[in-house]
């Protein structure tokens, strides 16, 4: 409940530094941890031995004194006591200080000059049948191992030293400044070695990423070295072997896409001329004989005079009428003739009128080609796109008003086609159902261009193509260009 | 944030256990630099009985022997009695002299200088195997050739106390006796200001003669019979008048009575003998100032010959 906040906040900032850091920041944090814990653990044991130490060094020096004590107390020599106490205080560089108390407990020599800490007195005590007695003193000089030993029984009085831990705070300090010194040193080692460790460690895997990137731009020659005999030289070399599998599948894929390519430009050529050919089949030869037929019944018309045949001939001729209208209209709406002979410009401009009339929705058409015709495949394209996108609006839009805008931009015609329909989501178009704004993209990228739609529910949809005009007819570059498009 | 802070007590908390001043128990806290000038004794309602003992033997051996007596005298007084010890006998003359001590257990010689000086006044006298007196005994290490005081000229020798009888003034006289003095007859000689040390040096062959109080050495060799095997006595002089007990001559009559009536009666008791015994002695007995005569004249040739 602590700890999950606490592990998170962690993670997100040892989350978020590369390996490199965090396998430094591992090393150096095993150094510090080791370091400050060893340090602990030595000050605490350095602690416990030296103030032992201290206590039996106190024991020994009261006890010294007590001894010497003994007879200059009872012949009251207080000058020879003092100096003992003095020469003590010389001889034990860290006993902070010495004094005699009497049978009394008055205090008759000490090492404090003129004046005593009354309230060390009572601090310590022995009785006359004890060894001793030692206490740890805390006071403004550090602690203080105060050593209390009888003299002659207690009968001459009690002697009380006092050892200060100068020692303990001077081991302690050496030996942390040691340690730390040495901690630090390892440290440094730890940072170097665990620098190049990293380096050993991430290199390959840079490598590999650089690899990655290399293969997601589509080159797969890029090959990684096989860096070290572990599991990231195994790596690599999968790596490699998943490269070279790409790129023999990348090739298989390029020829389908030629050969998909190339059957595509065919079936559409073939489809292409073959309307042609009916076109002009329908317009020279069959709408040829259907005027023929035409003339005949209007002629037979007149001559006739029984009104029942007359009318049946006027019928017929209506009839004849009616057709050669339909071959008429099915020989434009396969391939007009406008096209081929007048151009792009005039032939949409004749299919959006006969559009309009059929489907009573205005178009504000616009076309600036200038005043040279376009190469044949793009007007065909061009002109075919129109046809199916003024199809789908008719079928599917419930539009009320379609802008088309057709420009020559330098090299390459960019054409716009807007309806104010009903639109449609963009997910629907990809699915098999509209397999004609399949065709128009096809029709633009065969010829090196681009067709994109943008529809959204009760905003109309808008269509836009761009077809260079110096488009190489080379099926590869098509297809690469195709290729970085889907 | 609260949970952050508590985190970190907790960790201060592990730190704060594991620096040196937790990890030792101490016993409470006292500032050194708060010092204050140490108060003068009171005057106690009631003032202890002090009795001064001359260093004729070590000051741990004369609280251990003296400790029993003492203590008696102070339950019969019903009033606490005070050891004072003093490493010269003037040292203890002074006192005695200037009243700071109500009684005194003085050498021989010492005695006399007082109460030449100042009237020092005769308490008792003890008695040991029936008599009040004791000698001066020329002591040499037992493996030693010297047969008497002469053998003993250019050795080291040790005195006991600048003004005791028996451990300076007469090994002196009898290296008078020799033509001499001390200075030029020994290569050396030492003060061990008592005699149990006296007969210690020579013992342990510090020095190589020493003339010692015959009723300390009968009881240092009565509680250590090694002690006698180290040693062999090969000079004991004429008898001299005992140690006695001294008092201030301005004592209180009343106390000085009643002292000596503790101490003639000290030998009455079972309790009393014990103590006696401790300081190896018979019992208390009166003694005249004349009983110390024969030593006066010796130390008049003493002081004459120096």
Same mark, same amino acid.
Do not use: C, V, W, Y
């Given at each position: 409940m602590k700890i999950k906040p606490l592990f998170a906040r962690f993670w997100e900032i040892a989350g978020a530094v590369n390996i490199r850091i965090k396998i430094l920041g591992m090393a150096l944090g095993l150094v510090l941890l080791l370091g400050t814990g060893i340090t602990l653990q030595v000050r605490i044991a350095l602690t416990k031995t030296v103030s032992s130490q201290l206590e039996k060094q106190s024991i020994s020096v009261a006890r010294d004194l007590a001894a010497r004590s003994t007879d200059l107390i009872l012949l009251n020599d207080l000058f020879s006591l003092h100096r003992l106490l003095q020469e003590t205080q010389i001889n034990n560089a860290n006993v902070l200080y010495a004094f005699i108390l009497d049978s009394n407990g008055r205090v008759i020599a000490h090492t404090f000059g003129d004046s005593f800490p009354l309230a060390l007195i009572e601090k310590n005590s022995v009785s006359p049948q004890d060894h001793h007695h030692t206490v740890v003193l805390q006071t403004n000089d550090g602690l203080v191992w105060d050593t209390a030993v009888p003299i002659l029984d207690g009968r001459a009085g009690i002697a009380r030293i006092g050892l200060s831990d100068v020692l303990l705070r001077d081991s302690l300090r050496d030996m942390t400044g040691q340690l730390i010194l040495t901690t630090a040193l390892v440290s440094l080692i730890g940072v170097t070695v665990a620098a190049l460790l990293t380096w050993i460690l991430t290199h390959p895997i840079l490598e590999l990423v650089q690899a990655t990137r290399q293969v997601a731009k589509g080159d797969f020659s890029y090959r990684v070295p096989r860096w070290a005999n572990d599991e990231i030289g195994d790596l690599a070399e999968a790596f490699n072997l998943m490269t070279a599998e790409l790129a023999h599948a990348d090739d298989l894929r390029r020829e389908k896409e030629v050969l998909r390519r190339q059957l595509l430009e065919s079936v559409i050529r073939t489809q292409e001329e073959e309307r042609q050919r009916i076109s002009r089949e329908l317009h020279d030869s069959t709408s040829q004989s259907l005027t023929s037929l035409k003339v005949g019944l209007h002629t037979l018309q007149t001559i006739l005079t029984d009104g029942e045949a007359k009318k049946q001939t006027k019928d017929l001729y209506e009839i004849t009428s009616q057709t050669l209208e339909d071959v008429h209209a099915l020989a434009v709406q396969l391939r007009p003739a406008t096209l081929d002979d007048l151009g792009l410009a005039a032939a949409l401009q004749r299919f959006i009128n006969d559009w309009q009339v059929r489907y009573h929705i205005p178009v504000d058409i616009l076309v600036y080609l200038g005043n040279e015709r376009l190469p044949g495949e793009v007007e065909t394209a061009l002109y075919r796109i129109t046809q199916e996108a003024m199809t789908n609006i008719a079928r599917h839009a419930s539009a009320h008003k379609v802008s088309i805008l057709l420009e020559k931009r330098g090299e390459e015609v960019v054409g716009v086609i807007e309806d104010d329909g009903q639109g449609f989501e963009s997910?629907?178009?990809?699915?098999?159902?509209h397999l004609g704004i399949i065709g128009m993209r096809e029709r633009a990228e065969l010829l090196g261009g681009k067709l994109t739609i943008e529809s959204e529910i009760g905003k109309g949809t808008s269509l836009f193509v761009r077809i260079p005009?110096?488009?190489?007819?080379s099926s590869s570059q098509a297809i690469s260009e195709g290729g970085q498009e889907s | 944030m609260r949970r952050n802070a508590l985190f970190l007590l907790v960790l201060i908390f592990f730190l704060a256990a594991c620096s040196p001043s937790q990890t030792i128990v101490t016993s409470g806290y006292v500032n050194l630099d708060q010092r204050s000038p140490l108060p003068t004794p009171l005057n106690r309602a009631i003032t202890p009985l002090r009795v001064a003992v001359a260093a004729v033997i070590s000051p741990q051996g004369t609280v251990e022997s003296y400790t029993a007596l003492l203590n008696l005298i102070g339950k019969s007084l019903q009033r606490p009695v005070e050891l004072v010890q003093r490493r010269t006998y003037m040292e203890i003359n002074d006192l005695v002299k200037d009243g700071d001590v109500d009684m005194a257990f003085v050498c021989t010689s010492a005695y006399i200088a007082g109460h030449d000086q100042?009237?020092?006044?005769?308490l008792v006298a003890p008695q040991v195997d029936g008599q009040t007196v004791y000698y001066s005994l020329l002591i040499v290490p037992? =493996?030693?050739? &010297?047969?008497?005081? &002469? =053998?003993?000229?250019g050795k080291i020798f040790a005195f006991t106390?600048?003004?005791?009888?028996?451990?300076r003034m007469y090994p002196t006289y009898l290296v008078n006796q020799l033509g001499s003095t001390p200075e030029d007859f020994f290569s050396r000689t030492f003060f061990t200001y008592s005699h149990d040390q006296a007969i210690q040096a020579v013992a342990n062959k510090v020095a190589d003669g020493a003339a010692v109080d015959s009723l300390v050495y009968a009881f240092a060799v009565s509680r250590d019979p090694q002690l006698g095997e180290l040693i062999q006595v090969i000079h004991r002089s004429p008898a001299f008048g005992i140690p006695p007990v001294v008092v201030n001559p301005n004592i209180r009559p009343q106390l000085k009575a009643e002292l000596q009536s503790l101490l003639l009666n000290m030998h009455t008791t079972a309790a009393g003998l014990q103590a006696l015994k401790a300081i190896g002695v018979d019992r208390f007995v009166l003694i005249d100032d004349s009983a110390y005569n024969d030593v006066r004249t010796l130390l008049g040739d003493v002081t004459q010959t120096r």
């Open positions: 997910h629907q178009f990809i699915s098999g159902e005009l110096n488009h190489q007819r | 100042f009237g020092m006044e005769l037992s =493996d030693s050739t &010297a047969k008497s005081m &002469a =053998d003993l000229k106390d600048p003004i005791s009888l028996s451990g």
